[in-house]
């Protein structure tokens, strides 16, 4: 086994951490920021009375206009969802064609030998 090429996956492994890293990183920074949106629209404003909301029926409309807005959360669920699969399923089997056709070789004291020959 030849010593670039084991310096070569562990760079690759470096690299890889370093990109999980930066989308938990990425993550943490659109969580706090998303916690603080939430804390200022749920502080009501210091100078502005508080007016008690009034329990009244929605109308034809504002009962239409939420189900369309409900049913757009479930359309981009449902595209966010289509699109992870379709990534994973490509990135596995791009795994499984460069496995299959580069053969990776791993080597032990005793000798060497070949996964997917």
Same mark, same amino acid.
């Given at each position: 086994?030849?010593? $670039?090429?084991?310096?070569? *996956?562990? $760079? +690759? %492994? $470096?690299?890889?951490?370093?990109? +999980?890293?930066?989308?938990?990183?990425? #993550?943490?920074?659109?969580? =706090?920021?998303?916690?603080?949106?939430?804390?200022?629209?749920? @502080?009501?404003?210091?100078? @502005?009375? =508080?007016? @008690?909301?009034?329990? #009244?029926?929605?109308?034809?409309?504002? @009962?239409?206009?939420?189900?369309?807005?409900? #049913?757009?959360?479930? =359309?981009?669920?449902? =595209?966010?969802? !289509?699109?992870?699969?379709?990534?994973?399923?490509?990135?596995?089997?791009? %795994?499984?064609?460069?496995?299959?056709?580069?053969?990776?070789?791993?080597?032990?004291?005793? !000798?060497?030998?070949? *996964?997917?020959?």
């Amino acid at each position: 086994m030849n010593l $670039f090429w084991v310096l070569s *996956i562990l $760079f +690759l %492994l $470096f690299a890889f951490g370093v990109l +999980l890293w930066t989308f938990v990183w990425v #993550a943490r920074l659109l969580a =706090v920021r998303s916690q603080q949106r939430a804390l200022e629209l749920a @502080e009501p404003p210091e100078d @502005e009375p =508080v007016e @008690e909301a009034e329990e #009244a029926d929605p109308t034809p409309e504002e @009962e239409a206009a939420e189900e369309l807005a409900s #049913a757009e959360k479930g =359309v981009g669920v449902n =595209v966010t969802l !289509g699109l992870t699969l379709a990534g994973l399923w490509f990135s596995a089997n791009a %795994l499984w064609i460069g496995l299959q056709r580069f053969a990776l070789h791993f080597g032990y004291q005793t !000798g060497q030998f070949t *996964i997917l020959t």
